[in-house]
């Protein structure tokens, strides 16, 4: 639990500071519904499935569960749970990993990538329509730019980069 921080040492935002984050958060808050509300008229997915499923698709084989949660940037035990529902509906399989009784690796199914592939077209749509369209090849390197610097990487690989965060099985 964090440390109580006295009021007087806390370095309140300005107007134009809160205006900021709360656009940043209004934004980031309709683009996320926005990609929800397409995956769920345009396949059986849910949002976390689909992200999932992104990158065991690209991934060309299983992955490590600790990969793949780097990746993700999520807790360890939430992609536990999440394949787990996962596996029921047939979308991906768990396996254990042979040179380590603590290791499971993750892959996609052929129901899975069915899936995927059905749902894709359409989001990516969503997210050219509803951001990337809106900016300019300028913009675009500009705001890249700006997460870099946001996320304390400026000058090095973006850390959900896929490379980046985990291996394909064998490693």
């Given at each position: 639990m964090a440390d109580h921080v006295p009021s007087e040492h806390v370095r309140w935002l300005s107007d134009q500071e809160k205006a900021l984050w709360r656009d940043y958060l209004a934004i980031q808050g309709r683009l996320h519904l926005e990609i929800q509300r397409d995956l769920k008229a345009n396949s059986s997915l849910t949002e976390p499935e689909f992200e999932?499923?992104?990158?065991?698709?690209?991934?060309?084989?299983?992955?490590?569960?600790?990969?793949?949660?780097?990746?993700?940037?999520?807790?360890?035990?939430?992609?536990?749970?999440?394949?787990?529902?996962?596996?029921?509906?047939?979308?991906?399989?768990?396996?254990?990993?042979?040179?380590?009784?603590?290791?499971?690796?993750?892959?996609?199914?052929?129901?899975?990538?069915?899936?995927?592939?059905?749902?894709?077209p359409h989001h990516v749509a969503t997210v050219r329509r509803v951001f990337l369209d809106k900016l300019s090849r300028d913009d675009a390197s500009e705001l890249a730019r700006l997460l870099a610097l946001v996320e304390g990487s400026e000058g090095r690989e973006p850390t959900r980069q896929y490379s980046a965060a985990g291996v394909p099985s064998g490693a």
């Open positions: 999932v499923l992104v990158y065991l698709s690209e991934a060309g084989g299983p992955l490590r569960m600790t990969a793949l949660a780097d990746v993700l940037q999520w807790e360890r035990s939430r992609l536990s749970h999440q394949v787990t529902r996962m596996v029921k509906r047939g979308l991906v399989e768990r396996t254990s990993c042979p040179t380590d009784g603590r290791g499971a690796f993750v892959s996609v199914t052929a129901g899975g990538m069915t899936e995927i592939e059905r749902a894709a």
